[in-house]
């Protein structure tokens, strides 16, 4: 089993900053494609930020500029740094892990964390 836990939210004031941190732990060969999604109340889950094994990253437009996300492969660990954080309602955010489990035979998990909420208040 792969198991994914998020932290780092909180409460911030407009403007502010925070990191969360992803870790990804259990059955895990190599993980691939790796990212942040965030849920607001009666909103549907949106994607936030991408990254592959190889450090390519993908952005949604409306945190162009102002989130990093990165990994380190080695501890199989992800990071979403938010800077310029604007006033919204509460969400979690939720990290994602394209795992694989086994190379042979070839078994992949697509395991997601419990979430950690983010608040920002103006």
């Known amino acids: 089993q792969v198991q994914v836990v998020e932290s780092g939210g909180g409460l911030v004031q407009a403007g502010g900053s925070l990191r969360l941190s992803c870790a990804a732990s259990?059955?895990?060969?190599?993980?691939?494609?790796m990212g942040w999604y965030r849920q607001a109340p009666g909103k549907q889950r949106e994607l936030v930020a991408t990254?592959?094994?190889?450090?390519?990253?993908n952005y949604a437009d409306s945190v162009k500029g102002r989130f990093t996300i990165s990994r380190d492969n080695a501890k199989n660990t992800m990071y979403l740094q938010m800077n310029s954080l604007k006033p919204a309602a509460p969400a979690v955010y939720y990290c994602?892990?394209?795992?694989?489990?086994?190379?042979?035979?070839?078994?992949?998990?697509?395991?997601w964390g419990q979430g950690t909420q983010v608040t920002v208040s103006s």
């Open positions: 994602n892990a394209i795992v694989v489990v086994h190379a042979i035979p070839f078994q992949l998990s697509n395991s």
């Open positions: 990254i592959t094994s190889g450090g390519v990253t």
């Open positions: 259990g059955s895990i060969f190599s993980i691939n494609a």
